[in-house]
């Protein structure tokens, strides 16, 4: 499985793309800044959005095409499923 995902440092705050195949590994990554650079740099460590993808190349190019998109419609993809930008990383640990 691939995922891409939305890190975020507060609703409405800043966002972060990306793609990965372990998902918990690296949003855990992002939290304890072990990633250098942008999500290290402006504190954005909730996962307040995923994707569940079977191929990696639908994966990387749905993160493409998210990145393109105008920033209103990255906010109502997230509070479409998540209107109080909860992390969802803590369910994701907990299962």
């Known amino acids: 499985m691939y995922y891409t995902y939305i890190l975020s440092n507060r ?3 800043v966002l972060y793309i990306g793609v990965t195949s372990n998902l ?3 949003v855990y990554e992002h939290k304890n800044n072990l990633v250098e650079g942008f999500t290290d740099r ?3 460590h909730s996962l307040v959005y995923f994707e569940e993808h079977e191929d990696i190349k639908e994966a ?3 993160e493409k095409h998210l990145k393109a998109w105008k920033r209103d419609w990255k906010v109502r993809l997230i509070e479409k ?8 990383y803590k369910g994701l640990v907990n299962e």
Do not use: M
């Open 60 to 62: 990387i190019t749905r």
């Open 11 to 13: 609703k409405n705050g």
């Open 24 to 26: 918990i590994k690296r």
């Open 42 to 44: 402006y504190n954005v």
């Open 81 to 88: 499923d998540n209107p109080d930008w909860e992390d969802l």
